[in-house]
């Protein structure tokens, strides 16, 4: 099977998030692999070992992404496509599906995909969008949100669960999946790993390498754009209840009252 899988570069949830003039998120050296998309990475290894066959990460992002793609390949991944190009920074859905889309035609101009598998959702953009976007702009099967997958004859066999209920699907390959943080548990990649991703190939696209027209992609191309951005104002602290030998009386009439007991 050859699998491509969508990796995008993001800030570290964990860190301080600033926005540009642009009204943006600026993006900075401590940008990681996207954390849901590792199980996409898993996802696609689990395949590959079972039948055979190649995972291929791709990326569009600025020149740090890089890094993202690094972690695909240590954690299996055979090689990867980094689209590089300025012309693309801003996109929105359509735009990033546009660009995605050409370059997994491109991958599968050298041999064909299978499918492609891509997170649940980017932890910076977090629209959930793309995955739909891509399988549409290609005119694959879109399997969104699996939280289980499988492929036997060509078939691919996701299970989602929707509230109560759980889903399974079903389509012919070639097709695209988008798997949930809980179809798998990514592994750590250990040292011969990470000693074996350092000589994988990486490979660099421009727009114009893939026949994307730049004035449809990009902030240039981009059908939304961000109007406004404000920082959430934080928390007020809540009340403190000192002991005094009533405090329990006090700590369920505060329950009671915002009707939590
Ligand atoms: C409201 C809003 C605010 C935005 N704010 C910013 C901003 O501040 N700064 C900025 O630069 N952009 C911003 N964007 C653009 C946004 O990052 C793009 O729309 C993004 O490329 C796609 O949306 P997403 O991040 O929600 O991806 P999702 O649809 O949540 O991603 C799902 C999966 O698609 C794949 N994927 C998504 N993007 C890529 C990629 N680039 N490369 C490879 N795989 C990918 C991954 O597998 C990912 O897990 C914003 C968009 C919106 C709608």
Do not use: W
Request: overall charge negative; aromatic content about 2%.
């Amino acid at each position: 099977m050859r699998i491509v899988v969508c990796v995008k570069h993001v800030p570290d949830v964990q860190s301080e998030r600033s926005f540009g003039p642009d009204d943006r998120l600026s993006r900075g050296e401590d940008d990681v692999l996207n954390e849901l998309d590792e199980n996409a990475v898993e996802a696609a290894m689990v395949l590959v070992e079972e039948y055979g066959g190649e995972v291929v990460a791709l990326t569009v992002g600025p020149e740090d992404a890089a890094g993202s793609l690094r972690k695909a390949l240590q954690l299996g991944a055979a090689s990867a496509v980094h689209v590089l190009d300025d012309a693309a920074a801003g996109s929105d859905v359509v735009g990033t599906a546009a660009v995605l889309a050409a370059a997994v035609r491109s991958i599968g101009s050298e041999a064909p995909v299978d499918l492609v598998v891509t997170g649940m959702a980017a932890l910076d953009g977090m629209t959930s969008m793309v995955p739909g976007a891509l399988a549409a702009t290609l005119g694959l099967p879109a399997l969104t949100l699996a939280a289980e997958l499988s492929v036997e004859d060509g078939t691919v066999r996701a299970r989602r669960d929707v509230g109560e209920v759980g889903e399974v699907l079903e389509a012919e390959l070639p097709a695209l999946v988008s798997v949930t943080d809980q179809a798998n548990e990514p592994r750590y990649p250990n040292f011969k790993a990470i000693m074996a991703a350092k000589k994988k190939p990486v490979t660099q696209v421009t727009l114009e390498d893939l026949g994307v027209d730049p004035a449809a992609v990009g902030a240039a191309g981009s059908r939304t754009r961000v109007v406004d951005v404000q920082v959430r104002p934080p928390r007020e602290p809540g009340p403190v209840l000192v002991d005094a030998g009533e405090a329990g009386l006090a700590l369920a009439g505060f329950l009671a009252e915002r009707k939590l007991v």
